[in-house]
């Protein structure tokens, strides 16, 4: 029992003493990546994704913090895992979360892709790949 209860602690600590690398910014969005969690998979990468908004939406998500799943050779990412909070930087009250994979975002310059040339996804692919 006190090993279970050690290993929460530690889990619940990881957020406050992360840290966190600005990635993106919109002027609405600011992503940040925490390089410890980056989890090497050969051409995969598995990586903890804060996102907080410039003001609280819809049910008070003030921010969010995102499991991604990326493939660095496919130039493509999906959530694994999303846990919203009532205040920046993946603090404060639990609003909603939800573990389920989304469909595959493909981020590369190629016909057919859904995301911008200087996207924020774009840009947390290739800081993420170059580690």
Known sequence: MRAILT????????????EWVKVTET??????????????????RQVSVIQDYATQGPGGVRSRQVLYEIDCT???????????HSEPMARGERVNSWERESEWLYVAPRTGSNIPARGTYRTILRFVCSR
């Not at 002027?27 to 995969?44: E, L, Q």
Request: hydrophobic content about 45%; cysteine-free; charged content about 15%.
């Open 27 to 44: 002027n609405d969005t600011v992503s940040y990546v925490d390089p410890a969690t980056i989890v090497n998979k050969g051409s995969f």
């Open 7 to 18: 290993g929460v602690l530690v889990l619940a600590a990881t957020s406050a003493w992360a």
């Open 74 to 84: 496919g130039e493509r990412l999906r959530s694994l895992s999303v846990t919203e």
